[in-house]
């Protein structure tokens, strides 16, 4: 069982930057992390992606070049840098844990609300 908890979120203007933290109850490393988001009324989002071993990211097409995900195993912490933000960011983050092997083995964190306002 792991436990993932963000946090960072919060309000600012278009342009600006923000940096989203997910904490974890325990070991990460088997884990493939991941960042969602939703807003109300529509599917969740996945956004950005970092691989359990050697660490290689993906991202939505949406946030490509300004978004940049990190993972610090050792800490169990993996962390969203949001720079260059759009009102079309706003939604709640979601921190997301999927083992690399067991692919049903996943863990949600509660969210973060990030409002970016124009």
């Known amino acids: 069982q792991v436990q993932l908890v963000e946090s960072g979120g919060g309000l600012v203007q278009a342009g600006g930057s923000l940096s989203l933290a997910c904490s974890a109850s325990g070991s990460i490393s088997l884990y493939v992390m991941n960042w969602y988001r939703q807003v109300p009324g529509k599917q969740r989002e996945l956004v950005a992606s970092?691989?359990?071993?050697?660490?290689?990211?993906s991202y939505s097409n949406s946030v490509k070049g300004r978004f940049t995900i990190s993972r610090n195993n050792a800490k169990h912490m993996v962390y969203l840098q949001m720079n260059s933000l759009k009102p079309e960011d706003t939604a709640v983050y979601y921190c997301?844990?999927?083992?690399?092997?067991?692919?049903?083995?996943?863990?949600w964190g509660q969210g973060t609300q990030v409002t970016v306002s124009s």
């Open positions: 970092i691989s359990s071993t050697v660490g290689s990211e």
């Open positions: 997301h844990a999927r083992h690399m092997v067991v692919g049903t083995n996943y863990y």
